[in-house]
């Protein structure tokens, strides 16, 4: 059951907001003038119309004779590529290190470096990763420059602060009892349990929260004052690797929830069985070839990150060795 919306807030700041203002853009009405098959006068009346009776304008427009249904068909899958398209280019354009330098995987501190509740015997016991499964389908490029992922690396030194810090020892403490329950199970169940756990925590906008449009937070602020959709993913990573889930199995994933038109973010854990969706917004965890409605944009962890482009036409499973 859906039941938590990630949240997209006003305001000029953020990736989520302005990635949702690009997804806005080239709307129906607004194609239709640009190809001359209505008139603006016809797109007002139309969205009179639309505003009055709640009918989809596509209806409308078929309605009155102003458009067939073919050049319906052929503008909204217009539609539909130009948002695609504005998504993974403002990606592209907006994560490109212009300059500044590199962010190393051993210049961010690890989340084990900052708090553990695994050991060598209590940790899942995994193979290496050699390749992963084509997350909902698509196609993606790696690479290990972080220096444009401010928000990100900035969370782990933010945590490191806040999670030694002596007004936060009494949650450290409930926090690591809490897992402690989670060792020594198979990865799947782990994550279930995990994902379980950060679901039960209360859902609060970034804007109400922090008075900003997207806000990074880290778990000991989350399970303090709540938090949004990519603070939900936050702690559910944060928590997986201080159980001993190496890095290489676990991404946050921005993605383009289709039915909502909103952008979301989810933590993708990699098992042996192929990879699974950690979602606020769902309270069952599921594997990401039963997910149809998220088009990945970008995905990242402490390590690399990667862009995700154009579906493939097949998936794999993770191969281990």
Known sequence: MYNRDCGTTTGHKGIFTRL?????????GELLVIKGLITPQQLRGALTEQKETGIPLGQIFMKHAMISQRQLVMILSRQITVRVFAAIMFCTLSLVNFGS????????????????????????QLTKVTSYPALFGSAEKQSS?????TKWTGMFAKFERTANAPTSDKMMREWKQ?????????????AKKVNDLMNSKKYISDNKNYGQSDYWATPVEFFTRGGDCEDYAIAK??????????????????????????PHAVLVVYTDQGAYILDNQVDEMKN??????????????????????????????????
């Open 145 to 149: 420059n972080l220096g444009a992922f």
């Open 20 to 28: 949702k203002s690009y997804l806005d853009r080239s709307r129906l």
């Open 237 to 262: 990573y944060a928590a997986l690797r201080a159980l001993g889930v190496p890095e290489e199995r676990l991404r946050i994933a921005i993605i383009h929830d289709k039915i909502k038109n909103i």
């Open 288 to 321: 990401a070839r039963d997910v149809s409605r998220y088009r990945p944009i970008f995905s990242i962890n402490r390590h690399a990150w990667w862009l995700h482009t154009a579906p493939k036409s097949s998936t794999v499973l993770a191969s281990v060795d």
């Open 178 to 190: 809490n897992l402690s329950a989670f060792q020594g199970l198979e990865l799947r169940d782990m």
């Open 101 to 124: 330098k590199k962010a190393r995987a051993d210049v961010v501190r690890d989340i084990p470096a900052i708090v553990t509740v695994a050991t060598a015997e209590t940790g899942p």
